[in-house]
């Protein structure tokens, strides 16, 4: 007992200096810039404003639309290397904006990113031998010895920047087994049988083929082999950052269109101090809440989980320094969302444990069995929205990119924190003498719900309100209005550049400016962004006609003095392309097989897979039918809020799926269906309600306390929890019984038919 106490005393001592050191780093961090602390986090465009840069495309002809959003959506992922957040959209008919946020330096973003122009593979003779470029020994230069536009219409330049899809810097192992720098490219496949042709021509007369961009050569590799693969490989660069360079101008060459920079500024934050000081505040309101319920539910082990949930935190803000996530508002927000949610493993644990204890299990065997138990049900749940995180990472752009990283980080902390840091500290407060049952609870026993008995009423509700979402949005369609309140980040808008004779801070714009905007618009939804070192102010706002225009010059002229010839009025595109809601909705729909599949292996039935997807699938048209209802605005925050009601519903219903195969196990395969889901309900109902209210807890301090974009994302997601929780309740296991039902049909009937068959066998064969 000595040895326990000793041990428990070490076990804390090491896990307070753990904690202290986390909250220290997370809070002061390291030098005097205090890295890796919560003042050292990338924050968005939003935040903390960053470079906005202009480019205007070059050329006789004025680019097509399609070749502009081409150019746009490669432009977005060549910009995703600074920033997750960064954002591209078309300004006008021929001009390209791009954000990146957190950068101070214009000039060094221009010089990385480079000059958007064309770049060419030429090759080195024509078909009369005549060399197309040759080596200047004055300048150690490749120069051209004829005009491009001959060799293009010659057909000498053999592949364009389109042909390529992407290059890469990397490693590769030489035929000495050395590894040497190199720049793999891959092609398209009309570009892979242009390179085939090129190469084995090049090849055979032992030539090299120029790649040409921005008026000089990059690179002059001599060709070594036909190549029909389309994949090549580029050797001879000195350093690794040369060859990423290489890459990167291979990659941006290969846009349709040819651009020139136009202007370039740094931008302070959109929204300014108050909207993170609000977040925190809402962010520690809540987890006060939800420190108060589980200390007031769980006692001993609800303590333990709000150290540990502080913890998780701490941790959350290390790891989100060291990966360099940029944080945008909604960014925040799912964060702290997030730390609602984080308690879920620990309710689930914690019920178990107190049913353990119910069954006269001593406190020690309690914990053990209860974590045990709980396991595969903690296990399947994260697992799932893993899944989603992952395919969100790979396939999504942008902000849904992002989103994904902090999902994901969430999803493995909270698992860490609940599966080891909230054991480790209840095991040695055990071993300290913390061991009486009272100091744990023990659980009742659970009031039986006849859910199932009512499911035809539940799926008559969820019917009706998904149809009044859809009857929403039919009558907004009808009058005139879009189906959904679209922002800027989805339908593009007006972009409204003003230099004003004083130099405004970001508040009295919203106070005195903004106001004029919202009057003229009747649109809450006015995004405001100053420029450093200026007196110029860029307000983006729904479209705005020629007479609106009017108006706000009048109003602007008339209330700040603002000349006409000062103020500057463009339409942008959406900063979310239609590439960039392909790539979402691919990835969620992916990421939905997945975890069905994922459902059926661990299940071991189909129909769990599908009826925990089913019941996804309503909690996301029951959230769109509050955004279409209520008139919430669709902005970039819309695909955050699916994607998180997407993880919470899914994790919701796999704990009570789990309770169903554990049932199943004990009540044998012969038990009753019904009574056998509704008693798996009834044990899981505690975990359902409780973590609802973390979650909760958590939105609701966000709505109270945030700013309007915030409460926008806030709203829907509340609508969603209380979805998620009803359909994993009421439709998760009618789903599942429906889908047993149908199946048991089929088979009779094909069982039937069989048997009639058989018979008729065996009766042909007695005559």
Not at 86 to 112: H, Q
Not at 430 to 445: A, H, I, M, P, R
Not at 469 to 483: D, E, S, T
Not at 669 to 693: G, K, Y
């Amino acid at each position: 007992m000595k040895k326990q106490k000793r041990n428990a005393v070490i076990a804390l001592i090491v896990m307070i200096a753990i904690f202290l050191g986390a909250g220290y780093l997370s809070l002061f961090g390291v030098g005097e810039f205090q890295e890796g602390s919560i003042h050292d986090v990338k924050l968005g465009l939003d935040l903390a404003g960053g470079v906005s840069i202009t480019y205007q495309a070059v050329g006789d002809k004025t680019p097509s639309a399609e070749d502009m959003d081409d150019t746009v959506y490669k432009l977005q992922k060549r910009v995703e290397q600074y920033s997750t957040e960064a954002v591209v959209y078309k300004e006008g008919s021929d001009r390209i904006n791009i954000e990146i946020p957190g950068v101070t330096d214009a000039n060094s973003i221009l010089e990385e990113l480079g000059k958007p122009g064309s770049l060419y593979f030429i090759r080195q003779t024509d078909d009369d031998g005549n060399q197309n470029y040759q080596y200047d020994s004055s300048t150690g230069k490749y120069q051209l010895t004829r005009s491009l536009s001959e060799i293009i219409d010659s057909g000498d330049a053999v592949l364009s920047g389109t042909d390529v899809t992407d290059a890469q810097a990397g490693y590769q192992s030489d035929s000495m087994n050395n590894q040497e720098i190199v720049v793999e490219l891959t092609f398209t496949d009309e570009g892979k049988q242009k390179f085939a042709d090129a190469t084995t021509r090049a090849y055979k007369n032992g030539e090299s083929i120029g790649i040409y961009y921005d008026g000089e050569f990059i690179s002059v590799p001599k060709v070594q082999s036909a190549i029909t693969n389309g994949q090549a490989v580029i050797t001879g660069e000195r350093t690794i950052e040369d060859a990423k360079n290489l890459a990167s101008t291979i990659r941006i060459g290969g846009l349709s269109v040819e651009l020139e920079e136009l202007r370039s500024n740094v931008v302070g934050a959109q929204l300014g101090e108050e909207a993170i000081s609000t977040s925190l505040k809402a962010g520690i309101v809540g987890m006060i809440l939800i420190f108060v319920l589980m200390i007031a539910v769980y006692w001993l082990p609800g303590v333990c989980a709000s150290i540990a949930l502080l913890f998780y935190v701490f941790l959350e803000i290390l790891i989100i320094n060291a990966f360099e996530v940029t944080l945008t508002l909604p960014g925040i927000a799912g964060i702290l969302l997030s730390i609602g949610m984080a308690v879920d493993a620990n309710v689930i644990i914690f019920a178990r444990i107190r049913e353990e204890l119910k069954s006269g299990k001593t406190v020690d065997s309690a914990i053990r069995i209860g974590y045990n138990k709980a396991l595969s049900a903690i296990i399947d749940g994260n697992v799932t929205t893993l899944i989603a995180a992952l395919v969100l990472g790979l396939r999504g752009s942008g902000t849904v990119k992002g989103f994904a990283q902090t999902l994901a980080i969430g999803i493995l902390l909270s698992m860490f924190t609940s599966l080891f840091v909230t054991k480790w500290l209840m095991q040695a407060l055990f071993n300290l003498g913390l061991s009486d049952v009272k100091f744990y609870g023990v659980g009742k026993e659970p009031k039986k719900l006849n859910v199932l008995e009512h499911r035809k009423l539940f799926f008559t509700i969820s019917a009706c309100v998904i149809l009044c979402g859809f009857l929403a949005m039919g009558i907004n369609a009808g009058r005139g209005k879009r189906a959904l309140n679209y922002s800027l980040d989805f339908v593009g808008g007006t972009s409204t550049s003003i230099t004003f004779d004083k130099s405004y801070t970001l508040k009295e714009l919203d106070d005195e400016v903004v106001p004029v905007f919202e009057k003229i618009t009747g649109d809450a939804n006015v995004q405001v962004q100053t420029v450093t070192g200026s007196n110029q102010v860029i307000i983006k706002t729904r479209s705005l006609d020629v007479s609106e225009r009017e108006q706000l010059n009048q109003q602007l002229e008339s209330a700040f003095g603002v000349k006409e010839a000062d103020i500057q009025s463009e339409t942008i595109s959406s900063t979310i392309s239609k590439e960039m809601k392909a790539d979402a909705l691919s990835a969620v729909i992916i990421a939905m097989i997945l975890m069905l599949i994922y459902i059926w292996f661990r299940f071991s039935d189909w129909r769990f897979g599908a009826s925990s997807v089913l019941a996804l699938v309503h909690d996301v048209l029951v959230v769109l039918t509050c955004y279409a209802v209520m008139r919430v605005s669709v902005g970039s925050t819309f695909i955050a809020c699916m994607l998180t009601i997407v993880g919470y519903s899914i994790n919701a219903t796999i704990v009570i799926f789990d309770r169903v195969r554990e049932n199943v196990k004990l009540m044998g395969r012969n038990a009753e269906i019904i009574p056998l889901l509704d008693t798996s309900i009834s044990q899981t109902m505690s975990r359902s309600v409780f973590n609802s209210l973390t979650t909760f807890f958590m939105v609701f301090t966000l709505y109270i306390f945030g700013v309007s974009s915030i409460r926008e994302f806030a709203l829907p997601i509340g609508v969603g929890i209380i979805s998620g929780t009803y359909s994993s309740v009421c439709l998760a296991s009618a789903f599942y019984y429906e889908l047993r039902r149908i199946s048991a049909k089929k088979a009779a009937k094909s069982g039937g038919t069989k048997a009639a068959a058989a018979g008729r066998k065996r009766s042909k064969g007695k005559v």
